[in-house]
């Protein structure tokens, strides 16, 4: 987690990315991602899990060796891509080939059309990562790509208005690990970049970076993508950033742990991603070999509160399919609302239903209490899965002071057997709609089920297109 220095700074500067209204009142929907998300009266061993990533085919047509780097809606309906590639069109890698930008477009996230390329840039050994945002108050694009200089890898910046015509804007802006990832925020108007970065760190195992360092994460800001806070050009000697600067792994973590790369996303509209994470092994003994870089730890996902804390609740959960080893590096395509991820070495799409990442569970008999919320005129629905022979779920409705209210009794809304994105909450046919304006909470109960969100029925109806 960031330091309580940094962690006050970022929270600051995010506060807009808060879901707690002044009042103190949740807003809807209510999501439940770890114990912070529910009330502290739980019953139960309530567990908070990730659901990981599937397998759904072969994506037709997307351009071979392409990274994707964003996606952009479309006039005529779809979705233009945005990737990038420094390998050639026989597939052959170089740190001298072009870096080009490919722009295609799908409208089915399934299917990719009429590939062309946007952008070629020479002279840099690049070093085969970038990224591509879109920024949508003016539909300008940015690409940053890492080439290998001294005293370590550069970011250099380009950015186009149009998609077609490109500029060098910084050559380079800053250094440091050529692992990253760039995004915009709407909120504050502002590029963010989880940078991967080093710290001084002793490590058993040496590897490719020698023994004195291991890589870890921190967070750069910019009103223009070319001037960065802090200001400063990290390398593998350093100057290195402070320890309460740094997203580190901590005493839950294997002892070798480094953190790779992320990916940054919203997951109903609250800041999530994927870790990418890694552990040097001893030479002898390496089984990537020809190289002293060792192997990866597989990626977790994890989620931002209060700005960008990171919280890593999943790390025991592979987020990837397991024949799928390999980390994207791209935020999703979310079309038909499912999440989709391109691997440009096989053109195989993982994903997920954007509304059933995170959950809470419990195997046996549970109960969990929500945080306050004020009641909308439309009722409430509840997304939920339980659908086994032993699962059930029932909802009480409580006052501001955990009072059961009268007519909203959880033997009055009981369900079995039910897997259902959009469950209509009723108390034997009763709305919630009777209870507007009013301050109250939820008490649910259940048994080998998985809770994921409350809605307002009108959301959840409008979601699904009912």
């Known amino acids: 987690m960031l330091s309580r220095c940094c962690l006050t700074a970022v929270v600051c500067l995010f506060a807009a990315c808060s879901s707690v209204l002044a009042d103190e009142t949740a807003s809807l929907p209510l999501l439940f991602r770890d114990a912070d998300d529910v009330e502290g009266d739980t019953y139960g061993r309530i567990e908070f899990r990730a ?256 700005g960008w804390q990171v919280r890593r609740p999943y790390r025991d959960t592979e987020a990837l399919p397991a024949e799928r080893p390999w980390m994207p590096r791209h935020a999703p395509l979310e079309v038909d609302r499912t999440l989709r991820f391109y691997n440009p070495h096989d053109q195989r799409v993982v994903g997920i239903r954007s509304d059933r990442v995170f959950h809470a569970y419990c195997r046996a008999n549970g109960e969990f209490s929500t945080p306050s919320f004020k009641m909308q005129a439309s009722g409430l629905s509840i997304n939920v899965d339980a659908d086994a022979y032993d699962s059930y779920v029932m909802v009480e409705i409580q006052d501001s002071a955990g009072e059961v209210i009268d007519g909203f009794e959880k033997e009055r809304c009981v369900w079995k057997g039910t897997d259902s994105r959009n469950l209509r909450l009723e108390w034997n046919g009763q709305s919630a709609a009777r209870l507007t304006g009013e301050v109250v909470r939820l008490r649910v109960y259940l048994r080998n089920a998985a809770v994921y969100s409350v809605r307002t029925a009108s959301a959840a109806a409008s979601d699904l297109g009912e």
């Open 51 to 306: 659901n990981p990533l599937r397998d759904l085919g072969r994506a037709e047509n997307y351009p071979p060796y392409v990274d994707a780097g964003c996606f952009v809606p479309r006039e005529a309906g779809g979705f233009w891509m945005y990737g990038w590639t420094n390998f050639s069109d026989a597939g052959e890698f170089s740190e001298t080939n072009p870096l080009r930008v490919i722009r295609c477009w799908t409208v089915d996230g399934q299917s990719f059309h009429d590939p062309e390329t946007v952008f070629s840039e020479t002279g840099q050994r690049w070093l085969g990562y970038a990224n591509i945002v879109h920024r949508p108050a003016d539909g300008a694009l940015f690409l940053f790509a890492w080439s290998r200089g001294s005293p370590g890898a550069a970011v250099h910046v380009y950015s186009s208005k149009d998609g077609s015509s490109w500029e060098r804007r910084a050559s380079p802006a800053y250094t440091d690990h050529d692992a990253c990832f760039f995004l915009w925020s709407e909120e504050t108007e502002r590029f963010v970049n989880f940078q991967t970065t080093y710290q001084r760190w002793d490590k058993r195992y040496p590897d490719n970076i020698g023994g004195r360092i291991r890589r870890v994460l921190s967070l750069r800001t910019s009103a223009d993508g070319v001037a960065w806070e802090p200001d400063l050009n990290v390398g593998f000697s350093g100057p290195y950033r402070s320890a309460d600067e740094l997203i580190v792994p901590d005493e839950n973590d294997p002892r070798e742990l480094e953190f790779y790369r992320v990916v940054v996303f919203p997951v109903q509209g609250k800041p999530a991603g994927l870790l990418s994470r890694y552990a040097p092994s001893p030479q002898i003994a390496n089984t990537r070999e020809g190289t002293k870089h060792g192997p990866g730890l597989g990626v977790e996902w994890f989620f931002c509160r209060e």
